[in-house]
């Protein structure tokens, strides 16, 4: 990682320490599954968005990313195809041994076959229920040739009802509120395995006024964890939230604010 208070990353420069995938303009490029690849393909995706060529080489290097790209760029997939299933080694037992191998969020479930029994290994953030299922349905694009179990927490239903899935997925779609209100109530719910952490829309999030709900999560999640993220603004609220929830923002900072 390059040393504190750089930031080689800005904006449009090139992805520094991303090594061979940093000029990427192309997911064929990238170091994707071929599972991955094949999903990408049959959703005809084929070439990478500015922010997405800004940001998957990080993301997929296991790094933490703090990105800012107007809506509609493709930020989405900047975080659904990486996974912080790589920053810990995982044996039986989930111990966190020496750095294992880093890779993409599904490519990790892959590589490591995370399964039903590994319990929560991402969670995504996002402001509101539509978008929640506007990520879930990309999800399923990218996602749908590897086991993954993904589930919405966005209410309008029981909680009760939602907790009974709760305890076997693997990839948690929720809003802040909700997700809340099952680290609190719902006893099967164990996020102490999650390899990465999604805050997708943070300025929206904020404007919301979830600023405490984010920080009561994440003083819930473990620390040893990627974690990306992405945001239409950059605003101070944006990156105060980034020093709390990111190893080293300055260090991750990518744009292009188009
Ligand atoms: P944002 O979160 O930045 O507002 P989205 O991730 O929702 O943007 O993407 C906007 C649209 O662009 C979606 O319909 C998505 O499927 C599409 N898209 C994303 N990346 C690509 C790409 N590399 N090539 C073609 N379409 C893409
Ligand atoms: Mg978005």
Redesign the pocket.
């Known amino acids: 990682a390059p040393p504190p208070g750089t930031n080689p990353l800005a904006l449009d420069a090139p992805a520094a320490g991303s090594g061979a995938y940093a000029g990427a303009r192309t ?1 064929e490029e990238l170091p994707l599954s071929a599972a991955t690849r094949a999903a990408l393909k049959q959703a ?6 500015a ?2 060529r800004a940001a998957l080489p990080h993301a997929l290097a296991g790094r933490d990313v703090l990105g800012a ?9 900047c975080f659904l195809i990486p996974g912080g299933w790589s920053q810990i080694s995982w044996g039986p037992a989930h111990s966190s041994g020496s750095g294992g191998a880093r890779g993409p969020l599904v490519e990790l479930l892959f590589r490591r076959r995370w399964g039903k029994l590994d319990g929560l290994g991402a969670l995504v953030l996002t402001p509101t229920r539509e978008l929640a299922m ?1 990520i879930f349905d ?1 999800l399923v694009k990218v996602g749908r040739r590897h086991e993954i179990s993904a589930g919405l927490l966005i209410g309008g239903k029981k909680v009760s009802e939602e907790a009974t899935r709760v305890a076997s997925l693997n990839v948690l779609i929720a809003t802040p509120g909700r997700l809340l209100q099952h680290m609190d109530e719902t006893p099967g719910f164990d996020a102490s395995g999650l390899q990465m952490l999604v805050l ?2 943070a300025d929206r999030i904020l404007d919301l006024g979830f600023a405490a709900t984010l920080d009561a999560i994440i003083a819930n999640l473990p620390r040893a964890r990627q974690t990306l993220l ?1 945001s ?1 603004t950059q605003t101070k609220s944006v990156r105060d939230l980034a020093r709390l929830s990111l190893d080293h923002p300055d260090n991750h900072m990518v744009g292009p604010q188009q």
């Open positions: 997911f005809k995706f084929t070439q990478l968005t922010i997405q790209a107007k809506t509609g760029s493709g930020k989405t997939l506007q990309e997708d829309e992405f239409a």
